[in-house]
């Protein structure tokens, strides 16, 4: 039973324009959102977070949006550099439950083009 | 930042030996350690929690026996896997939280284990 879905395997944007991943969850436990970046053979780097308590939360370049009537969070690039040429992963947890324990989504493989 | 590696990053071995593999974190004490395998074009599935000084949390489905997990120290946690076959094959992946929140979970490099 998938938690957590990346239903877009793959996704290729040209470079300057937005890049938009989706992820949806089907666990309305979950209260805090992540995004992983992955490069192969390498393990996952933070991206950027969400709170259940906010809808939108932005670093630089990455804003993450959660819509929890939809159970749904998506990952805005903008702009896209061919360096975020990678897959990326969404995470979901219970917060307050000491370590967290993360529930990964499939991943989307993401590539930037010239 | 924080850093965690792991040992090693490739190893194959023949179906039946034993491998273990080693999650360090460099800079940070870890109380408690994930461990992740994930095969080709899949998420990445937890399989346990290793806890300092006491047993390993196994997520459902994940035989303790055949991966047995001890965590030595609070920098390192091995992960063995016993008794290994080829469907054993795929990458593991450990993570350490650092100050105990999710945001600051730092993962290792992986370790990519082929069983031949």
């Known amino acids: 039973d998938q938690q957590v879905k990346q239903n877009s395997p793959s996704l290729s944007v040209q470079e300057g324009r937005i890049s938009i991943l989706n992820c949806d969850y089907t666990n309305s436990m979950f209260d805090y959102f992540l995004w992983y970046k992955k490069y192969p053979a390498e393990g996952p780097t933070f991206l950027i977070s969400i709170s259940s308590i906010k809808d939108k939360n932005e670093d630089g370049r990455f804003t993450v949006f959660l819509n929890k009537s939809a159970k749904h969070l998506s990952l805005h690039i903008v702009p896209s550099q061919p360096g975020d040429s990678a897959v990326y992963f969404c995470?979901?947890?219970?917060?307050?439950?000491?370590?967290?324990?993360?529930?990964f989504g499939q991943g989307t493989r993401l590539t930037i083009n010239p | 930042g924080a850093v965690v590696s792991q040992h090693p990053s490739r190893v194959i071995c023949k179906s039946g030996t034993s491998v273990k593999i080693e999650c360090r974190s460099l800079d940070f004490q870890a109380t408690t350690m994930f461990w992740y395998r994930q095969f080709p074009k899949k998420s990445l599935m937890l399989m346990a929690t290793?806890?300092?000084?006491?047993?390993?949390?196994?997520e459902q489905g994940v035989e303790k026996d055949k991966f047995l997990i001890n965590h030595a120290s609070l920098t390192l946690s091995t992960l063995t896997v016993t008794s290994a076959h080829p469907e054993d094959s795929s990458f593991y992946i450990c993570?350490?939280?650092?100050?105990?929140?999710?945001?600051?979970?730092?993962f290792g490099p992986g370790t990519r284990l082929t069983v031949l």
């Open positions: 290793s806890n300092e000084g006491s047993k390993a949390t196994y």
């Open positions: 995470a979901a947890s219970v917060e307050g439950m000491g370590a967290q324990k993360l529930v």
């Open positions: 993570s350490a939280p650092y100050r105990g929140s999710a945001d600051t979970q730092y």
